[in-house]
């Protein structure tokens, strides 16, 4: 599902890795919901189309993962334990490193005024429970579309089990996560 380039290395990095490193484009999508139902069958769709998922039962795992991960996309219930749904969408979208992370509100508040909030706080898209999974994988892929950036270059390098995010500087391996610095 995902196009892959080459990426030269110098020959003594080739043998070490015994492959070539893949650019690999991240469509990972974080799904911030405390229902288990509602998380399983949203992540259930999204791979299905080929998209990888993670999931944070909080706001405050939210942060964490989006900390350490780059995500292309955040459907996030506004109901959360802790940290309500609006308020990590204004504390995402005020800070730098993860504003252009789009987001799509996925709740059962659905008063016009609940919309109204959820998109002044910065939102994306909302939609409202109950919903329609195809409608839900188009606006998605809609929402994605208009996210993407023209010539927008793959950030990511993968080798195995390794991943490194160059514009991020970060590095996830073997379930850890590593911040470089210099």
């Given at each position: 599902?995902y196009?892959?380039e080459?990426?030269?290395?110098?020959?003594?990095?080739?043998?070490?890795?015994?492959y070539?490193?893949?650019?690999v484009p991240?469509?990972?999508i974080l799904?911030?919901?405390?229902?288990s139902?509602?998380?399983d069958?949203?992540?259930?769709?999204l791979?299905?189309?080929?998209?990888?998922?993670?999931?944070a039962r909080?706001?405050?795992?939210?942060?964490?993962?989006?900390?350490?991960r780059p995500?292309?996309?955040i459907?996030l219930?506004?109901v959360?334990?802790?940290l309500?749904?609006?308020?990590?969408c204004?504390?995402?979208?005020?800070?730098?490193?993860?504003?252009?992370?789009p987001?799509?509100?996925?709740?059962?508040r659905?008063?016009?005024?609940?919309?109204?909030?959820g998109?002044?706080?910065?939102a994306d898209?909302?939609?409202?429970?109950?919903?329609s999974?195809?409608e839900f994988?188009?606006?998605?892929?809609?929402?994605?579309?208009?996210?993407?950036?023209?010539?927008?270059r793959?950030?990511?390098l993968k080798?195995?089990c390794?991943e490194?995010?160059?514009?991020?500087?970060?590095?996830?391996?073997?379930?850890?996560t590593?911040?470089?610095?210099?």
């Open positions: 599902m196009i892959t080459d990426v030269l290395l110098p020959l003594d990095a080739q043998r070490y890795f015994g070539h490193l893949r650019v991240m469509d990972r799904v911030v919901e405390d229902e139902d509602i998380s069958l949203v992540t259930y769709n791979e299905k189309h080929g998209y990888e998922t993670d999931v909080s706001g405050e795992e939210a942060l964490g993962l989006i900390r350490s995500y292309r996309l459907v219930d506004l959360l334990p802790g309500t749904g609006m308020d990590l204004r504390i995402l979208k005020n800070d730098p490193a993860a504003a252009s992370i987001i799509i509100m996925l709740t059962a659905s008063t016009e005024a609940d919309k109204v909030d998109l002044e706080a910065g898209d909302y939609i409202t429970k109950p919903f999974v195809k994988i188009a606006r998605v892929k809609a929402v994605l579309k208009r996210a993407e950036r023209p010539h927008e793959p950030t990511v080798a195995g390794i490194m995010d160059v514009d991020r500087h970060i590095v996830n391996a073997w379930d850890r590593i911040e470089l610095r210099h």
